[in-house]
């Protein structure tokens, strides 16, 4: 193994992916997937900051309990809005379309990814997707829930699902190429030396997620086809009163959408891998495990749709199966929180802004998956169905698990992506700010849900009121924690301090080459000789600092 501590970076260069071509047709023409991944960046961006927007509507309508700020048929669709600009163009690509579009191939030691004129050819398809979903949402909306229940959305409703519909299933298109592109440059184009146990485990939780988007996704589009089928033909696939069964849509749309919860949650469990490593300076405990995990959620995310459905006149037995199946599927989530509490045990931890993300991922996760639980046993969800607990336990699995994760890992490779380095002092406040944030404004709705408060409705009895002041109080914490990194990130573009190769004193391939990269990420193919996470014992290293990672051999 070549030491972490005489590794020599590449010396600097003015020449990086960012400034190799100017003009606005070298980007809209990339094939660098380092440039796919900033216009991805961008996309999701913008559309988070409309699915707040939303939210934000939806707090503020709910801060009194009369319902005097939207109707509810503008409160339907706000909600309904809000869900699909989150879950379908937000969630879902965030994490694999930015951080692994950007990291995948220099994590391998590859010079780009296996078809990068399909990379280009997603980001197309993700953009046309969203202006049709968008045009759906300024035409007048959509106001089905965004799980589009049948029969409501095939025959009821008036608003415009056919077309939101069409936005969702031409996005569907680009996560498919996507999870294609990732997984044959992992099985193909990995560096000499880079065996699939050295792969970091960054690597294996986007090679999980590419399974489930590959195998799942044709599942909704389906679904959707059908959907718009039965609504404009009259068809009775969904609707009871022509011979249809609505219950098939909910099969057919969980089918996708359980799994599609792994496809959001996956890729941010590889970034607290590398961040919990990383910032404790120690091996990943059970490496094995860990990346075995993963497959094995991927596995069981798509054995678990039917408890989605345990008060769908689905049969007791059924519902027996699938409670069980329910509860296993927690398993290998656990060993990942296990594995990484065990690394951090007896370690050197350095809190910088990546690493409170990480934690705080861990706290945040584990409340939604033990809540998950409870939702999993048959009886107890009967109570518990469609009410504010099912919502606060969602949130806390996809915000406080996949956004904890996509932020600690904006802010881990910044200084790769960017070449510059962010205000320290002001990450580590915003991570604080959202973390109080996000829990003042989801967990009294553990509590509302509890004590029956149900969800979907724009005016509620007064006696949850309390909750819900308290849920508006922290989303506007939250939102406010949000808004600090966006205009820190973009400042530090201009006037943050350059980044050297490595600034966090790390082994990863990523991390020996530029910053930012050039267009091909290496000068030469990188000859892999050590293995994922290889750190110096704990005894033979002696602390010196706690900030960024400064150590030396005793």
Do not use: C
């Amino acid at each position: 193994m070549t030491p972490i501590e005489t590794f020599e970076p590449p010396a600097p260069s003015k020449v990086n992916y960012i400034n190799a071509e100017y003009g606005l047709k070298s980007w809209l023409l990339t094939k660098d997937h380092k440039r796919i991944a900033l216009l991805y960046l961008g996309s999701v961006t913008f559309f988070f900051f409309i699915g707040g927007i939303y939210a934000m509507m939806i707090r503020l309508e709910l801060l009194t309990p009369q319902g005097d700020l939207l109707q509810s048929t503008t409160y339907n669709k706000v909600f309904t809005q809000h869900g699909i600009i989150m879950v379908f163009f937000f969630l879902i690509p965030s994490i694999p379309a930015t951080l692994g579009n950007f990291l995948i191939p220099m994590m391998i030691g590859a010079k780009d990814l296996a078809f990068p004129r399909l990379n280009l050819l997603s980001w197309y398809i993700y953009i046309l997707g969203g202006l049709v979903t968008i045009y759906a949402l300024l035409a007048g909306g959509v106001d089905t829930g965004w799980t589009f229940y049948a029969p409501y959305s095939t025959t009821f409703s008036n608003s415009y699902v056919v077309a939101a519909g069409l936005g969702i299933f031409i996005t569907g298109f680009s996560s498919i190429l996507t999870g294609l592109n990732f997984i044959v440059t992992i099985h193909t184009m990995r560096a000499p030396g880079m065996t699939w146990f050295r792969l970091p485990l960054f690597i294996w939780s986007h090679y999980a997620t590419s399974l489930v988007m590959i195998l799942g996704t044709p599942v909704i589009a389906i679904t959707i086809l059908l959907l718009a089928f039965e609504r404009l033909a009259h068809v009775g696939i969904f609707d009871p009163a022509i011979g249809g069964d609505p219950v098939l849509f909910q099969h057919l749309f969980w089918f996708y959408s359980h799994p599609a919860v792994y496809i959001m949650i996956l890729p941010s469990m590889g970034v607290v891998s590398e961040l919990i490593a990383n910032f404790s300076r120690k091996n990943i405990f059970g490496y094995k495990f860990v990346a075995f995990s993963s497959l094995a959620i991927a596995v069981f995310g798509f054995l678990v749709w039917g408890h989605h459905l345990f008060v769908a006149s689905q049969s007791v037995y059924a519902g027996m199966i699938f409670s069980f199946l329910s509860f296993a599927v927690a398993i290998p989530s656990a060993i990942k929180v296990f594995n990484w509490t065990a690394t951090l045990y007896k370690s050197s931890i350095a809190y910088d802004t990546p690493m409170l993300y990480a934690l705080g991922f861990i706290g945040l996760f584990t409340i939604g998956g033990m809540t998950g639980l409870f939702l999993a046993a048959l009886a107890l969800d009967v109570h518990l169905s469609d009410t504010y607990f099912v919502v606060a336990h969602f949130h806390y699995i996809m915000v406080g698990g996949t956004l904890m994760g996509y932020l600690g890992g904006l802010h881990y490779w910044w200084p790769k992506i960017s070449g510059r380095m962010y205000p320290e002092g002001w990450g580590r406040f915003a991570a604080l700010v959202i973390f109080v944030g996000f829990n003042l404004t989801f967990m009294p709705q553990f509590v509302a849900g509890f004590m029956g408060m149900p969800r979907r409705y724009h005016a509620y009895p007064p006696e949850f009121q309390v909750f819900n002041v308290l849920s508006t109080a922290g989303a506007s914490i939250l939102g406010f924690g949000m808004l600090i990194p966006a205009i820190y990130f973009v400042w530090s573009m201009r006037y943050g301090k350059h980044a050297e190769a490595n600034p966090w004193h790390l082994p990863g391939l990523e991390w020996r080459t530029q910053s930012p990269p050039p267009t091909e990420n290496f000068e030469t193919t990188p000859l892999v000789t050590w293995e994922a996470y290889e750190f110096a014992p704990p005894e033979e290293t002696k602390v010196v600092g706690r900030i960024r990672g400064e150590f030396e051999r005793a």
